[in-house]
């Protein structure tokens, strides 16, 4: 009994020092070597993938022809299981020798832009233009640059991978694709995430912003500009609820944040309108200091309401509805959280420059929330103008990005 216990306890300790290996360790691994050498290889096919697949339309709620063409991707790559959820993620495993720690890494498939957004990607040397290219084309090519370069390699896990294409990280998109992933498709499997999402490689996002999302909608009579003159106007009283609005106090302790993003309705410049909306986004990464926030929303579009129905007291009334359209939840990572460290521990080996954390609103933010270590990673090279038309990327040193989820990958998973 004793031989045994000792046996037993020379194979924990063997066990215990094969997880505790440095990220300068695992670089001077032949295997790990090899497929650094394959990132840097092949990285121009993979910033040519990147455009490819940017110009693939993915509109908000439209990402199926993209999704598709990741499916087969995945597929081509040899992930198992390759399949397409129900909400419309795209989802490969890579099975470790063991199935858990499992590990997900995603990139999200949709941007901001409508349809109809000329997506053509223009190139001057190593920079690239076009709607998305980095936000998340980048995210994507990297993604699928990291699978290349473990195959070439032979790399062997321990813990298990699933790689993730998802929807609706975007703009009303909600983060919809990984809200499923965590209450549905992957419920109770996942113990650590990785979100590819910009472009920096000297941190990581570990602190998500949530935010609260509406869209208020005022109706009224309407009627013909002259010969109705007086009667109560929605459109005044969005303007009166968008000035106060533009005066809400809002927490400085903690960075919060409020905007009024989109507005329409009415039918001609001649007619009284009947129907108003504007889109309000109100963003913290307290909840306190959102709720706060909040409240002060609710009042101006009471107030805007009620003074415009006072001023037209006998020329008609007006109502307004605010609708929820987004929920992001907050949530945060511990600094000292191992996923954190190996983030870290990768940067100072790959001599990338000093390590930093910071706050924004991805995918990571629901894991963060449900309390499972996630951290948001850039996927290399230099982005410009995210979110505009005019986005571009520098894919100079862009495998930089590569090699940081290599490494990050496998301290995670030794």
Not at 26 to 40: C, G, H, R, S, Y
Not at 133 to 162: E, F, H, P
Not at 394 to 401: I, N, Q, V
């Amino acid at each position: 009994m004793k031989r045994i216990a000792l046996a037993i306890l020379a194979v924990s300790t063997s066990f215990a020092a094969a997880q505790n290996k440095t990220a300068e360790q695992i670089l001077a691994e032949p295997t790990t070597k090899a497929a650094m050498q394959a990132i840097v290889a092949n990285e121009p096919h993979f910033i040519d993938e990147e455009a490819r697949i940017t110009e693939i339309p993915a509109p908000p709620f439209h990402e199926t022809e993209r999704g598709l063409e990741l499916k087969r991707l995945f597929i081509a790559a040899g992930l198992q299981n390759v399949r397409i959820d129900d909400t419309g993620n795209v989802l490969g495993d890579r099975p470790g020798t063991q199935p858990h720690p499992h590990l997900v890494i995603a990139a999200h498939l949709d941007t901001v832009f409508p349809e109809g957004t000329d997506v053509h990607v223009k190139r001057n040397g190593p920079i690239l233009t076009a709607p998305g290219i980095g936000d998340d084309g980048r995210g994507l090519a990297s993604m699928l640059a990291l699978i290349d370069a473990m195959n070439r390699a032979k790399i062997v896990t321990q813990g298990s991978v699933t790689f993730v294409a998802d929807v609706g990280e975007e703009g009303l998109g909600d983060s919809r694709g990984t809200k499923a992933l965590f209450e549905k498709t992957l419920k109770g499997q996942i113990d650590e995430f990785i979100s590819i999402d910009g472009d920096r490689v000297n941190g990581v996002v570990n602190v998500g912003v949530g935010s609260y999302r509406y869209r208020v909608t005022y109706t009224g009579p309407g009627g013909h500009s002259y010969g109705a003159f007086g009667q109560a106007n929605p459109i005044h009283a969005m303007g009166r609820t968008i000035e106060k609005i533009s005066n809400i106090d809002a927490p400085t302790k903690i960075k919060t944040t409020y905007n009024v993003g989109r507005v329409g309705g009415g039918t001609s410049v001649n007619s009284i309108p009947f129907e108003c909306w504007f889109e309000f986004d109100e963003r913290s990464a307290d909840i306190a200091s959102l709720d706060q926030v909040d409240k002060q929303f609710k009042a101006a579009v009471q107030a805007g309401l009620d003074e415009e129905n006072a001023f037209r007291h006998d020329k008609g009334k007006i109502s307004v509805k605010i609708e929820s359209v987004g929920i992001r939840p907050a949530g945060s990572t511990p600094p000292d959280a191992p996923i954190i460290q190996a983030a870290k521990a990768s940067v100072e080996a790959l001599h990338l420059g000093t390590f930093e954390t910071s706050a924004s609103s991805t995918d990571s933010n629901v894991p963060m929330h449900l309390g499972i270590p996630a951290i948001t990673m850039g996927g290399g090279g230099k982005g410009n103008g995210a979110h505009l038309p005019t986005e571009s990327i520098d894919t100079t040193d862009s495998y930089k990005g590569v090699q940081n989820l290599l490494l990050t990958t496998l301290i995670l998973l030794q």
